[in-house]
């Protein structure tokens, strides 16, 4: 079988074009390619990203979220299940956990890459893995934009890198909070965290668009 780096470029998924995503996806997710049963990926504009994941979870129902979904016809299986959802939106964000639930395996955030969005989103669904389960957070390069609204460090006083970035560090100390995670709900987040890995790809450039940090975070 392929690995996620060889169907990622099959596909010519942007995952592993422009971000060098899949060698970090190898190292993470080899463990669950036989095990995974539910995997929800938010923000998966054409589908496409869908497709590697059929390919390489082969007992895996993948879950979809997005503000528009795809029309792909091949995406409509006993394998897919999509859902509308805005994850900027907390009751939209509990909608889907009203209808789908948790235990899920894997969870990948791709979606609109703001701060807000990021951080809301980790802090709601990090809870639905199951034990041992992963949470991965794409597009950290967006925390260092500036000149937009809702992106960056000049936006938000901690940027999602900032967050991962701690979370790598320290799992111990009490006292760390954004705006968007209080202190009272970063501190249980952290009793439930194994590990937090950032990765970046030191031959992708540098500058505040192509930066391609990648975050795994293990539940215990």
């Known amino acids: 079988m392929k690995n996620l780096k060889e169907i990622l470029t099959s596909y010519s998924i942007t995952k592993e074009t422009r971000h060098s995503y899949g060698q970090f996806y190898d190292k ?12 929800l990926e938010i923000g998966v504009d054409t589908g496409i990203s869908i497709y590697a994941w059929l390919d390489y979870f082969p007992s895996a129902t993948i879950y979809g979220m997005d503000i528009v979904l795809p029309n792909d016809p091949r995406l409509f ?9 805005d994850q900027g939106n907390i009751n939209s964000l509990n909608e889907f956990i009203k209808i789908y639930g948790g235990d899920f395996d894997i969870i990948i955030d791709d979606g609109g890459h703001t701060m807000q969005q990021q ?35 000049l936006n938000t006083s901690v940027t999602t ?35 937090c890995k950032v990765e970046k790809d030191p031959s992708t450039p540098g500058d505040e668009m192509s930066n391609s940090e990648i975050s795994f975070i293990k539940k215990k």
């Open 77 to 85: 299986n006993d394998r897919v299940i999509l859902f509308t959802g």
């Open 28 to 39: 993470h997710f080899s463990p669950y390619q036989n095990k995974a049963k539910k995997i």
């Open 161 to 195: 890198l900032a967050l991962v970035e701690h979370l790598e560090k320290d799992l111990t100390s009490k006292t760390f909070s954004t705006e968007f995670i209080n202190i009272e709900e970063m501190n249980d987040l952290k009793t439930q965290i194994e590990y």
């Open 119 to 153: 951080q809301l989103t980790f802090k709601t669904y990090f809870p639905l893995l199951k034990p041992g389960g992963m949470y991965v957070i794409e597009d950290l390069h967006t925390s260092y934009l500036s000149g937009y609204t809702e992106y960056g460090q």
